[in-house]
């Protein structure tokens, strides 16, 4: 797997402060994407032991609520076994703490994928530009869903996260 950036301290892409992995690879293209740098599969760098210590280890702080994963798109199926691999290695080391997924996919489309067990919240959806709104949180496009996956999986349906922001 290749990505681009390991964010420390992040507020924007979910609950808290966060560490985001943001990984190369995605399908979707949406129109006005805010991070085509990330569409190709071979861009960026390849995440390797370093990486992984870098994620991890700021992760791990007190301070951070859990970490994020986006990009590109972390559920492109040549990212899906590698990032399975990590949700399910922080949430051994860090079980208190949340893990966030952006993607293009609908839930729907990934529901029955072997990382949903590991994610407490996904945020779906393509991005749809005439839908932008700048005053939703965790999200750019009023399509995309927040939803709390653990509560999902119980119900068997859609349950939207409640946001505290």
Not at 65 to 75: A, R, V
Not at 81 to 103: D, F, G, M, N, Q
Not at 116 to 137: A, C, S
């Amino acid at each position: 797997m290749r990505y681009h950036n390991i964010t420390h301290d992040d507020m924007l892409n979910g609950e808290g402060l966060r560490t985001v992995l943001w990984v190369a690879g995605c399908t979707h293209r949406c129109e006005n994407c805010h991070n085509p740098i990330t569409w190709d599969i071979e861009g960026g760098i390849l995440f390797d032991d370093s990486a992984e210590r870098e994620l991890f280890g700021e992760g791990g702080k007190g301070y951070i609520s859990g970490i994020t994963f986006s990009g590109g798109d972390p559920l492109h199926p040549e990212n899906r076994e590698e990032i399975t691999r990590l949700a399910r290695l922080y949430k051994e080391k860090h079980p208190e703490k949340s893990i966030w997924l952006y993607t293009g996919f609908m839930w729907e489309e990934v529901s029955n994928l072997p990382v949903m067990q590991y994610v407490d919240v996904l945020v779906d959806g393509r991005f749809v530009d005439e839908l932008k709104d700048p005053q939703l949180h965790w999200r750019g496009s009023s399509n995309q869903r927040i939803i709390d996956v653990k509560a999902t999986l119980e119900k068997g349906e859609a349950v939207l996260y409640e946001c505290e922001a």
